[in-house]
């Protein structure tokens, strides 16, 4: 039976009862933010809102995050909560404010300059200061408080998500036995002796062991993940059952790959979209020439010099490529206060210009860099008029560009060049799968992308399709539902009652409603 948002609702409904759905991320899903004297929202580029945000419209609850925005706080009632999606409210966001030092320490500086670069295997050096692992503990307890405020001493499911908040199962468990508590890790775990490097190695693993659930994207991960414990904490490490047991709390390890809506790119891309497209090429003087896209956060890990790089290797081999094509990145800003994603913003863009002197001709440049947050509207366009979608990580834990380009090609259409270092690329096997570090094979893969005969880009692109269309978003969060469903105790099954409307009208609604919602799911299972 597929996976379905239906079918995720019902089981949210039956494996949850009454308890409530508490989300934990770092990453708000909707910012708000000044624009010449106005507020808007937007999207957040990055995988785990894309995924995340659909799975909260189906089961309801509340998300909690850091508000980000600089008009965050304007339209957010005096708890930090607001409705959210903002145009069509379903679910509830509760904002938690950090100052400026705890998010310098926690965000910047432990979450992204010690753990990003320690979990994926790319060459950077994280950095091990004193002081942000003081804020990331800080800033954990933050967390901790507000999503016990949240939970409101009833009965709840908190879903964490994330390296940014390895050390909450544990306060959250500490202080609430009773709460079911699972985590998503969305970045890739490393051997033992890549992770035993970090002098808090072993506080980071008490933490995370205080969830009853522990999802990574592969197998591989689960195993990095047992073998790091075994060598570290006193506890039983249970490899038939891939669990851990350790001061009378089990928690399971268990593979869950993440994945998209596959049906969202259709309304993104709407009935005028190829209007749009033509537009598109107008503004950047691309003619009706293939594309090539990249779509990533301007991030180390996600290989961008290097596809560039294999695009000037791919125009020295193949000179009769001149004039053929264009190779669009967007390169959407990310975690700029870092110095190592600043440079990299800028050697991307110098490559950018060094590889369009060295080819253009009198009308043509190859590449176009568009260095800006472009949102999911956009974004699916850019898929859908591709010849060609190239994610290069050099490592990365599943990768969703890949599976949103294969789900916004309804036309069957078009050729994903894939790095065999993301998760993406154990199940998208048909994809032209390539070694980013590898100069000639990426620039081959460039090269096929460019050529591959319509029918066997046919054939490729529906095997894919079919495994996004059937492990998608909806199956990720149905199964982890069901594993951790199995843990929430029998009273928070009773039918939550319809509370009382609170203060802020935007929240009432969402509330009221999914209260209703449950209460009359829980009364028609029970056969009323
Ligand atoms: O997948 C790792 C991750 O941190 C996700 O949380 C998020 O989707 C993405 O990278 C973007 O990162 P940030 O939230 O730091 O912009």
Redesign the pocket.
């Known amino acids: 039976m597929a996976w379905t948002k239906e079918r995720l609702e019902e089981v949210a409904q039956t494996r949850l009862g009454g308890a409530k759905l508490i989300v934990v991320a770092?990453?708000e899903p909707y910012i708000h933010r000044y624009r010449d004297g106005e507020i808007e929202w937007i999207r957040?580029a990055?995988?785990?809102?894309t995924a995340l945000d659909p799975v909260m419209r189906a089961c309801g609850g509340v998300w909690v995050a850091h508000g980000s925005g600089d008009a965050d706080a304007e339209v957010c009632d005096k708890n930090g909560r607001v409705g959210v999606p903002p145009d069509d409210p379903s679910y509830a966001l509760r904002r938690v404010w950090l100052s400026k030092n705890d998010e310098e320490g926690y965000y910047y500086g432990f979450s992204?300059s010690t753990l990003w670069p320690l979990c994926h295997q790319v060459y950077c050096r994280p950095t091990f200061d004193p002081a942000n692992w003081e804020a990331y503990r800080k800033v954990n307890e933050t967390f901790a408080a507000a999503v016990l405020e949240e939970a409101q001493g009833g009965p709840a499911l908190v879903f964490v998500?994330?390296y940014h908040f390895a050390l909450l199962p544990k306060l959250l468990k500490a202080a609430r036995p009773d709460l079911v508590v699972a985590q998503f890790w969305?970045?890739p775990w490393p051997n033992p002796e890549t992770f035993l490097v970090c002098p808090w190695a072993k506080e980071l693993l008490d933490g995370m062991l205080g969830n009853d659930l522990l999802g990574f994207h592969t197998q591989y991960h689960c195993n990095n993940f047992l073998d790091t414990v075994d060598r570290t904490l006193e506890c039983r490490v249970d490899r038939e059952k891939f669990a851990v047991a350790r001061g009378g709390l089990e928690t399971s390890v268990r593979p869950f790959p993440i994945s998209v809506d596959p049906d969202l790119p259709k309304q993104y891309l709407g009935d005028n979209w190829e209007k749009r497209a033509r537009a598109l090429r107008k503004k950047h003087r691309l003619a009706d020439r293939p594309l090539l896209v990249g779509v990533d956060?301007v991030d180390y890990t996600k290989g961008i010099p290097e596809r560039l790089r294999a695009l000037d290797r791919l125009l020295v081999q193949h000179p009769e490529m001149k004039e053929k094509f264009h190779f669009l990145q967007v390169g959407a800003p990310?975690?700029t206060h870092l110095e190592t994603y600043r440079d990299l913003t800028e050697e991307v863009q110098t490559l950018a210009d060094q590889i369009n002197w060295t080819h253009k001709t009198d009308h043509w440049q190859p590449v176009v860099f568009l260095n800006e947050h472009q949102g999911p509207e956009d974004v699916t366009l850019l898929y859908r008029m591709a010849a060609g979608c190239v994610v290069s990580s050099l490592h990365d834990?599943m990768n969703l560009v890949a599976k949103e380009f294969v789900a916004a090609r309804d036309d069957e259409r078009g050729v994903l060049v894939l790095s065999k270092f993301t998760g993406a690329a154990k199940e998208l096997t048909d994809a032209v799968l390539v070694n980013p570090f590898d100069v000639d094979e990426m620039a081959a893969g460039l090269y096929s992308a460019l050529t591959m005969a319509a029918d066997e880009q046919e054939r490729r692109m529906r095997r894919m399709r079919a495994k996004v269309q059937d492990n998608n978003i909806y199956r990720w969060a149905g199964m982890l539902l069901s594993e951790v469903g199995k843990l929430v105790p029998e009273t928070a099954a009773k039918p939550m009652p319809v509370p009382a409307p609170p203060a802020n009208p935007a929240i009432d609604q969402v509330e009221v409603r999914i209260a209703r919602e449950n209460f009359i799911t829980a009364m028609r299972l029970a056969g009323c």
């Open positions: 770092n990453r957040p990055g995988g785990l809102t992204n998500q994330d969305h970045i956060r990310s975690r834990g």
